[in-house]
């Protein structure tokens, strides 16, 4: 393998790399949003039946 054909595979590897990262930072974001959302879910349960009882 020739040092250019390293460079160009370790310029492929960084570059996928850095999309993954990204797609982690992206995913980590919709997973937090989700749970905040269904723990708003849940109070409002939670709620309604402390309401329904005397």
């Given at each position: 393998?020739?040092?250019s054909d390293y460079k160009?595979?370790?310029a492929k590897a960084k570059?996928?790399?850095s999309e993954l990262e990204y797609?982690?930072?992206k995913l980590h974001g919709e997973y937090?949003?989700?749970n905040m959302l269904k723990k708003r879910v849940n109070v409002d349960i939670y709620k309604k039946i402390i309401n329904e009882f005397p």
């Open positions: 393998m020739k040092l160009l595979q370790l570059k996928l790399m797609l982690e930072i937090v949003q989700f």
